[in-house]
């Protein structure tokens, strides 16, 4: 798997069509996160096919959505070594206000990248 840092048109597409049809689940699951003490800085594992990291949220098949989405946290991502110990703070300090944005990681054959996608005002 390569690690591509550019989003192309592709995937920002793909994703931002999804994002508007769950945005609303995944704004209250972080806020959740948040507020039940799991952890200030919630990700959100996203991909077309099923993957170990975080719990599923959203099913592609059941929300009728092109991407499957997990609720996890930096704590998972540390511990499963996604994220080095020595890079959570390089990670925390360009984590982007939570109530602002969602912190998606985007896991395709391709592409492997965190992703911080504006939640759509109301």
């Keep these: 798997m390569t690690n591509d840092p550019e989003l192309n048109g592709k995937y920002l597409g793909t994703i931002s069509w999804d994002f508007v049809k769950v945005a609303d689940t995944i704004k ?3 806020y959740q996160i948040r507020k039940r003490g799991f952890s200030e800085y919630p990700i ?3 991909c077309k096919e099923e993957q170990p990291v975080g719990r599923i949220l959203i099913d592609k098949q059941v929300a009728e959505v092109d991407w499957n989405y997990y609720a996890s ?3 998972e991502f540390v511990q499963r070594e996604l994220i080095a110990p020595d890079k ?3 990670f925390k300090s360009t984590y982007k206000d939570p109530d602002e944005y969602c ?3 985007v896991v395709d054959k391709t592409f492997t990248n965190f992703v911080y996608i504006p939640y759509p005002e109301d």
């Design 28 to 30: 209250e699951a972080s």
């Design 44 to 46: 959100f594992p996203i």
């Design 73 to 75: 946290y930096l704590d």
């Design 88 to 90: 959570q703070e390089a």
């Design 103 to 105: 912190c998606l990681f």
